[in-house]
């Protein structure tokens, strides 16, 4: 049983995006227009849009995350347990 998990080297994956911010300012501008004059909406338009951090975001990967901060605390909570142990039988 290994306290600590040895990491795996990250495997290089390049995946390629590209957007075209003309195309986009014309998919919603002809969305607004369908929707003035009444005619069928399509929402695959409203859907490219590019928010801030998204691809940041996206790398994360929390489980990872929630169980190297779970063993760090089970690991902190057996060291008080020992220096309290120690401390309260010693003195």
Do not use: W
């Not at 919603?28 to 009444?38: C, D, F, M, Y």
């Not at 928010?51 to 605390?73: A, L, P, Q, Y």
Request: glycine share 6%; net charge positive.
């Amino acid at each position: 049983m290994l306290l600590f998990k040895i990491r795996k080297p990250r495997q290089y994956n390049v995946k390629y995006r590209y957007y075209d911010e003309h195309k986009e300012r014309l998919q919603q501008s002809e969305a607004r227009v369908r929707k003035k004059l009444g005619m069928d909406v399509d929402d695959s338009a409203s859907t490219g849009v590019l928010h801030r951090g998204v691809f940041r975001n996206s790398i994360d990967s929390t489980k990872e995350e929630k169980s190297r901060n779970m063993r760090f605390g089970i690991i902190i909570g057996v060291l008080l347990i020992f220096a309290y142990c120690f401390i309260h039988y010693a003195g």
